[in-house]
């Protein structure tokens, strides 16, 4: 039993060595992080908002507005199907809860109806009898809008708070309707919240094709006033892979530069622009990612929608300019600039080029990113203060160092130099190979998360309690010091595992329900009682075999 | 002395702890009605968390704090109930405000705070009855940008499209009741920061709006009941069904009485003292397995002893290791009880109790629980057999 192959004794070291390699990084002293690796020095534990200070967002998304709002654009578009099928109908009227209801006239114009109905969204279900039209969206197209509006607000959310300059924000759905926001190291929410609900410029221009074309790809040194300079999407995340600090450089420049003095002075690839802008944002109504036709080629494209003013002006101005590139400007980048093909009149358009379907869904996704698809309204927040944070990390600090010194002291006293330090070394391993896989796994550390490590501290030494008290047990009986210790570890066995695996129940529950510092108490404790069934079944043994090969011992001093 | 070992509880104990059976249990079913008559008659002091409300941490800018003269400003703000405490350290300070219902009194206070804030000429008031509307009023002309700055300044956050596009010197923003009540909170924060400012730094905020609250509440529950739920079903499945319910019964007992603490000190019952009763079933749990895996091993072994005599024997022969971590788990959560710092208070206060009372309850509960479940040694011999017949 207590006998180990060598290759699992090797298996063991080398397994733990690496938990050590990973969690040391964790340990070191920043100011040695030039002579690392980056990828090595980077592999830090992830410290929690109520650690290193930061803001908590739980916002929630008022879909209902958008349904209503949605559902008032279908009832002007079905009023004027119905006006231009010479459909006749008494009333018209856009419901509370989502639906469209409508009276013919003449119940035989039914089919006609619902024909026109049809022909304003494919997606609209009809139901209801006689003269009576209910109209609404089908349960499938709700999901997928209501998905839709939450990728939307959280993409557009992004961009908001990469614009504030913090670093690495967490923005991630919850449930239905909700969107987590976490942005560390602010203080003052003021600024945050006034930038989320903010629009993001979105507008349509005319590529300068002269002076495109006379500046041969370069930069052209003199911009007529009625032309700006303005980097194009793909340009930039070229500068961002070749250049990385340059990119950190135009993130963090105070005051914020210009387009143009971003293309002078680092070069990425730019395209001159009419400033005269053709379309606004405000007036594109929705923009989604499809395919063309099997006889037009079936490239994937991106369709849009204009509003009735919007669409009126795009027309005028493609018409006029085919042939021509169309900038699509947004927040002073050009994401794409296709080659109008032909006028597009009729309010909607597409967008062709060299796309993967992927490529289509962001671009789709950007175009609608315009504004925020639906209200967000703040219903949970916390703020933590950087130096509240700091205090945090230094109670937490000092009652994890006291905890672990009481714990080795007592299991020294107890069991000895010997197989105290045994329980004590198994115990060091335990905290290390907690500290790694939370590096590994990118797992946040709380101050709960903390309390989760000193209670782990003083649990793990329970189950070399249990083999140690079994050992004294089986040595009492009068067993020799091998038999003792074999049977100690295979009796043990069953109520280590036991009472390890339901604490774990707990824990992993706990993660389930709780959330924010509450789920890093989980975490840590969770991956501190499966890393200590590692340590108190196989690295402890590992210790107690070799020892035994190397001394043995007649008598245990137990 | 440190380097020899030593035991703290002599190898051959004879306590008689099933003996003393009926005073245990009278003394842990007074000590859970009591706790829970406590939460009926007294309730719990509900956290922000589950209540919904804003809790600001704050320190003085100079000495230490005046609670009295701080609990005098912030109660004449007319924001609701305010409660104070000091947090940590003598210039600190928690007050908690209570949740912000989103009525006509809200509204002044935004109004009052654009005042102060934005300028004199702006004044807030409520729409129409039965809505949650806000009309705001500028002295001059302003257009969409200029409308979300200012109503930014007193938290609230809309869509461009719902604001005037045209230049105007009227803007009403279009709410429901709730989710007024949700702006409210935010502007119950401004409110306090405005007239606590001077003297005081604010270190933290937190606020949880009335939807949250409750949801987090129901939550709460469920993993409450889902923990004990399936760790009660892990040990029927590992054990006899008996074990299974008499430690589902002690930790039902070990999560009463500490909610009982709860009531007791009026603790904060905050989601991290959720996080602390869970540990502490889990914990409780723990101990409880062990001595349950002696009872059945000494239950195959001893065929002919009486289950009280067994199970004596079952909890003397585990007592050194049931001491021994029972020590190891205290003093680690006393070093948090003590250095933690005042966040970690509660959770740390509840899990001392939970060392103390789990360790009690798997002797005194989970094992006089199975006397009276009737677990006899007859029902494991089947198993015995097909042990035999494995070898």
Redesign the interface.
């Known amino acids: 039993m207590l006998h180990l192959p060598r290759w699992q004794t090797i298996a063991i070291i080398v397994f733990t060595a690496l938990a050590g390699l990973f969690a040391l990084p964790n340990i070191l002293p920043e100011s040695i992080d030039d002579l690392l690796p980056k990828w090595y020095a980077q592999n830090r534990i992830n410290l929690g908002l109520d650690l290193r200070g930061g803001a908590h967002f739980l916002l929630e998304a008022d879909l209902r507005g958008v349904l209503n709002e949605r559902m008032t654009n279908v009832a002007d578009s079905v009023r004027g199907e119905l006006r231009k099928k010479q459909v006749g109908f008494k009333e018209l009227t856009v419901e509370p809860n989502g639906h469209v209801t409508v009276e013919l006239r003449d119940e035989g114009q039914r089919a006609t109806a619902i024909e026109a109905i049809r022909a304003v969204d494919p997606s609209l279900v009809t139901e209801g009898a006689g003269p009576k039209i209910d109209i609404s969206f089908s349960p499938q197209e709700l999901t997928r809008k209501r998905k839709e509006v939450i990728d939307q607000s959280i993409e557009i959310l992004r961009r908001r708070v990469d614009e504030t300059g913090t670093i690495e924000p967490t923005i991630v759905r919850e449930g239905d309707d909700r969107i987590l926001l976490q942005v560390p190291g602010i203080k003052d929410t003021t600024d945050l919240k006034r930038k989320i609900n903010q629009t993001a410029k979105l507008t349509f221009h005319l590529v300068n094709e002269d002076l495109a074309a006379s500046s041969g790809g370069g930069l052209p040194s003199v911009l007529p006033p009625t032309t700006a300079l303005v980097p194009t999407r793909e340009g930039m995340q070229a500068l961002k892979a070749a250049n990385p600090k340059a990119f950190d450089e135009i993130q963090s420049a105070n005051p914020r530069l210009s387009p143009e003095q971003i293309c002078r002075r680092y070069h990425p690839l730019c395209l001159p622009i009419f400033k005269r802008v053709i379309v606004g944002g405000e007036d594109l109504d929705d923009a989604k990612a499809t395919f063309e036709s099997q006889q037009q080629g079936g490239r994937p494209i991106i369709s849009f929608t204009f509003n009735a003013a919007g669409g009126r002006s795009f027309c005028a101005a493609t018409r006029h300019n085919i042939g021509k590139r169309l900038a699509i400007q947004l927040d002073n980048e050009i994401i794409s600039a296709p080659v109008v093909q032909s006028a597009i009149c009729g309010g909607s358009g597409i967008i062709t080029g060299a796309f993967t379907p992927q490529q289509t869904q962001e671009q789709a996704l950007l175009l609608r990113s315009g504004a925020l698809p639906a209200t967000l309204t703040i219903i949970e927040e916390r703020t933590v203060g950087a130096d509240l944070g700091a205090d945090a990390i230094h109670a937490g600090t000092v009652a994890a160092v006291v905890g672990t010194g009481l714990v080795m002291f007592f299991m020294f006293g107890t069991y000895g130099p010997l197989f105290g330090g045994f329980a004590n070394l198994a115990m060091g391993v335990n905290l290390l190979l907690v500290l790694a896989g939370m590096s590994v796994l990118g797992a946040s550390l709380t101050l709960p998360g903390i309390a989760g490590l000193v209670l782990t501290v003083g649990m793990s030494v329970d189950s070399n309690v249990l083999i140690y008290e079994r050992v004294r047990e089986e040595k009492a009986n009068g067993r020799s010091a091998l038999g003792a210790l074999t049977a100690g570890y295979e009796r043990a066995l069953a109520a280590v595992i036991d009472s390890n695996l339901t604490a774990l129940i707990a824990g992993v529950l706990l993660f389930g329900f709780g959330s924010g510092p509450i789920r890093g108490f989980a975490t840590s404790l969770s991956l501190g009682l499966l890393t200590h069934l590692f340590t108190a079944t196989i690295f402890t043994r590992m210790l107690l075999a070799t020892w035994m090969r190397w001394r043995r011992p007649k008598e245990l001093t137990l | 002395?440190?380097?020899?070992?030593?035991?703290?509880v002599p190898?051959?104990t004879k306590i008689d702890f099933m003996g003393h059976r009926l005073w245990a249990l009278g003394l842990s079913t007074l000590i859970n009605v009591l706790s829970l008559v406590g939460v009926f008659v007294f309730g719990l002091n509900f956290g922000i968390d589950f209540e919904g409300g804003i809790a600001i941490?704050v320190r003085a800018k100079q000495g230490t704090i005046q609670l009295d003269e701080l609990r005098h400003t912030t109660g004449a703000l007319g924001i609701g109930e305010v409660s104070l405490q000091e947090f940590?350290d003598k210039s600190s300070a928690l007050i908690r405000v209570q949740r912000q219902e989103g009525n006509a009194a809200c509204v002044a206070h935004a109004d009052a705070v654009m005042k102060r804030r934005v300028g004199n000429g702006w004044s807030v008031k409520p729409g129409a009855e039965g809505t949650g509307d806000v009309v705001f009023t500028a002295p001059g002309q302003l257009d969409a940008a200029g409308w979300?700055?200012a109503v930014?300044?007193v938290?609230l956050?809309?869509?461009?499209?719902?604001l005037p596009r045209a230049n105007t010197n009227t803007a009403k923003i279009d709410m429901t009741p709730e989710?007024r009540a949700?702006?409210c909170?935010?502007v119950a924060i401004k409110v306090v920061d405005d007239a606590i400012s001077d003297k005081y730094d604010?270190?933290?905020?937190?606020?949880?709006?009335p939807?949250?609250g409750s949801e987090?509440m129901h939550?709460?529950i469920?993993?409450v009941l889902?923990?004990l739920a399936?760790?009660a079903i892990?040990?029927w499945f590992?054990f006899e069904w008996q074990f299974g319910v008499g430690a589902l019964i002690s930790m039902l007992h070990d999560v009463i009485s500490t909610i009982g603490i709860f009531v007791l000190f009026r603790i904060d019952f905050s989601?991290?003292a959720?996080?602390a009763v869970?540990?502490i079933?889990?914990?409780s749990?723990?101990?409880t397995?062990?001595v349950f895996?002696?009872v059945r091993?000494n239950m195959r072994r001893y065929k002919k002893l009486g289950l009280v005599d067994v199970l004596n024997l079952s909890i003397n022969?585990?007592l050194?290791?049931t001491v021994?971590?029972s020590?190891?788990?205290?003093?680690?959560?006393?070093?948090?009880v003590?250095?933690?710092?005042p966040?970690?208070y509660s959770?740390?206060i509840a899990?001392l109790w939970g060392v103390i009372v789990g360790t009690y309850s798997s002797i005194w509960i989970a094992c006089a629980g199975l006397v009276y479940l009737k677990l006899r040694p007859e029902q494991f011999r089947h198993e015995d057999e097909g042990a035999k017949a494995k070898a």
């Open positions: 002395m440190l380097w020899k070992p030593h035991h703290i190898a051959h941490q940590g979300r700055d930014s300044r938290g956050t809309v869509l461009e499209r719902e989710q949700e702006w909170q935010q604010i270190r933290g905020t937190e606020s949880v709006g939807k949250v987090l939550t709460g469920i993993a889902a923990t399936a760790i892990y040990m590992r989601l991290t959720l996080a869970l540990t079933a889990g914990y749990i723990n101990d397995v062990v895996d002696r091993e022969e585990t050194s290791r021994m971590t020590i190891t788990v205290f003093v680690a959560v006393l070093a948090l003590i250095f933690g710092g966040v970690l959770f740390s899990m």
